[in-house]
C-alpha cells in the first residue's frame, strides 16, 4: 500500500508570493490533517479535511487555507508569504480522522519550504 | 486547552546506555490517546506507539518500553542499549477533540536525541 506523499517535496520562494503543496492520502483514507513544523514553535495543527469539508482550524491567519478535492487529496495554500512561513509542512491521512477511534494517523514525507 | 511538555530539548549518550525521554502532559479530555513519534532526519514522523487514557499498563517493544502514569500524567519513553540509528528527534502527542468533532493531535516541542558510537 502506498502511503502519504506530499509534493514537493523542497520549495523556495519569494516574499510576497503565493505557494500551493499538495498531499495524496493512502488510498481509501478520507481524512487529511496539515501541520506545520518550525524551531520555534514546533508541530502545530493547521486544519483537516475530510469528505471535501474543513472541520477543524487552528490558530493561523487567514492566509493559510486549504482544500480537499473528491479523490481525497489535499492541497494547503499559502498566499503573501512572509519569512515565518518557512518551515516543515505536514500531511497526516486517516481513515476518519477520529484518533480516540484508533484510526492511525500516517504522515507524509512533508514539504520544506523556505521564504527569502 | 491541552498541553505536551517534553522538557529536555536534547540529550546525547553514548551507544549502549539507556535513555528516558520524558513528557507530561495536560488535558481536561476523559478519553484521549497519547502517542509517540520518531522524526529521523528525513523528517517524516514515524509512528512508535499509541496508549489511550484507559489502559495504563506499561509496554515494552524489543529495546523501547513505556511507561504510562495517569497519576502525574506522565507517559515516559525508554530505550535501551541504544544505537547510533536511535539518533532522531522524539514527539511525544496527545490527542484533543476539537469543535468540528474529530481530533488533533498536540505535539510537544520534541527531544533530539543524538547516540555516538
Known amino acids: 500500500k502506498a502511503g502519504v506523499t506530499q509534493t514537493p517535496r523542497y520549495l523556495i520562494k519569494t516574499r510576497g508570493q503565493q505557494v500551493t503543496l499538495s498531499c495524496s492520502p493512502i488510498?481509501?483514507?478520507?481524512?487529511v490533517s496539515w501541520y506545520q513544523q518550525t524551531p520555534g514553535q514546533g508541530l502545530q495543527f493547521l486544519f483537516e479535511?475530510?469528505?471535501?469539508?474543513?472541520?477543524n482550524k487552528g490558530n493561523f491567519p487567514g492566509r493559510f487555507s486549504g482544500r480537499q478535492f473528491s479523490n481525497s487529496r489535499s492541497e494547503m495554500n499559502v498566499s503573501t508569504l512572509e519569512l515565518g512561513d518557512s518551515a516543515l509542512y505536514l500531511c497526516?491521512?486517516?481513515?476518519?480522522?477520529?484518533?480516540?477511534?484508533?484510526?492511525?494517523?500516517?504522515f507524509g514525507p512533508g514539504t520544506r519550504l523556505t521564504v527569502t | 486547552a491541552q498541553k505536551v511538555t517534553q522538557a529536555q530539548t536534547e540529550i546525547s549518550v553514548v551507544e549502549k546506555e539507556d535513555v528516558t525521554l520524558d513528557c507530561v502532559y495536560e488535558t481536561r479530555d476523559t478519553t484521549y490517546y497519547l502517542f509517540w513519534y520518531k522524526q529521523p532526519p528525513s523528517g517524516e514522523l514515524v509512528f512508535l506507539i499509541r496508549r489511550n487514557s484507559f489502559d495504563e499498563q506499561n509496554e515494552i517493544s524489543g529495546r523501547y518500553s513505556w511507561n504510562f502514569q495517569k497519576s502525574t500524567s506522565s507517559f515516559n519513553f525508554t530505550i535501551t542499549a541504544s544505537q547510533v540509528v536511535d539518533s532522531a528527534v522524539y514527539f511525544c502527542a496527545l490527542s484533543a477533540l476539537t469543535q468540528g468533532g474529530s481530533e488533533k493531535l498536540v505535539f510537544g516541542k520534541g527531544m533530539k536525541l543524538t547516540v555516538n558510537p
Open positions: 479535511y475530510f469528505s471535501e469539508t474543513q472541520r
Open positions: 488510498s481509501g483514507h478520507r481524512s
Open positions: 497526516a491521512s486517516s481513515l476518519t480522522g477520529r484518533i480516540v477511534l484508533a484510526y492511525e494517523q500516517y
